[in-house]
T-cell receptor
Framework: SQQGEEDPQALSIQEGENATMNCSYKTSINNLQWYRQNSGRGLVHLILIRSNEREKHSGRLRVTLDTSKKSSSLLITASRAADTASYFC??????????????FGRGTQLTVWP | SQTIHQWPATLVQPVGSPLSLECTVE??????LYWYRQAAGRGLQLLFY??????ISSEVPQNLSASRPQDRQFILSSKKLLLSDSGFYLCAWAGTGNQPQHFGDGTRLSIL
């Protein structure tokens, strides 16, 4: 299937450290997106990187995409306790479809200790 | 600005009872709409999506159905709930094409 898979499943770090999460997928994509989910809440879109882009920044977030390896990474720099959440990658279908169907991984649970 | 409302936030229902979860979007027109289910500690499973009024596509066979009676209203229903229908249900909308999806706050459904 197209579903992305995040690695690691869980990550525990101290405030101020950097957090790196990885995502692998199986087939060609138009873009890859990262989402964040606080416990018991809906997902919040963080960043979208297109298949022709290699790196993208948004505040303390840095996303890379390697289409040859079918992988992406999300780096959160100088983490804060408020960054504690689950992080999901989502890939689309490279079929020219306008349906916007996304395939989500199981997520990485990030815990940042104060 | 666009907003998405999903209710109720929590719901406890007996096995065999009916279900109706509602999702509405404001501030946009003709959105793509999605219903997902999330099991504890798992990713999201797409249940239904809709590209327009009355147009519903189902991803997996199940005990649930969806309807889109108005452009910005998406309803998830069941005639008879099963224990396996328990979970966290999320509604989302997106513009056409490969746009980011915007999620509601979800409904925690517990079946007793």
């Amino acid at each position: 299937s197209q579903q992305g898979e995040e690695d690691p499943q869980a990550l525990s770090i101290q405030e101020g450290e950097n957090a790196t999460m990885n995502c692998s997928y199986k087939t060609s994509i138009n873009n890859l997106q990262w989402y964040r989910q606080n416990s018991g809440r809906g997902l919040v879109h963080l960043i979208l990187i297109r298949s022709n882009e290699r790196e993208k920044h948004s505040g303390r977030l840095r996303v890379t995409l390697d289409t040859s390896k079918k992988s992406s990474s999300l780096l959160i720099t100088a983490s804060r306790a408020a960054d504690t959440a689950s992080y999901f990658c989502a890939t689309d279908e490279h079929r020219g479809s306008t349906l916007g169907r996304l395939y989500f991984g199981r997520g990485t649970q990030l815990t940042v200790w104060p | 600005s666009q907003t998405i409302h999903q209710w109720p936030a929590t719901l406890v229902q007996p096995v065999g009872s009916p279900l109706s979860l509602e999702c509405t979007v404001e501030g946009t027109s003709n959105p793509n709409l999605y219903w997902y289910r999330q099991a504890a500690g798992r990713g999201l499973q797409l249940l239904f999506y809709s590209v327009g009024i009355g147009q519903i596509s189902s991803e997996v066979p199940q005990n649930l159905s969806a309807s889109r009676p108005q452009d910005r209203q998406f309803i998830l229903s069941s005639k008879k709930l099963l224990l396996s229908d328990s979970g966290f249900y999320l509604c989302a909308w997106a513009g056409t094409g490969n746009q980011p999806q915007h999620f509601g706050d979800g409904t925690r459904l517990s079946i007793l």
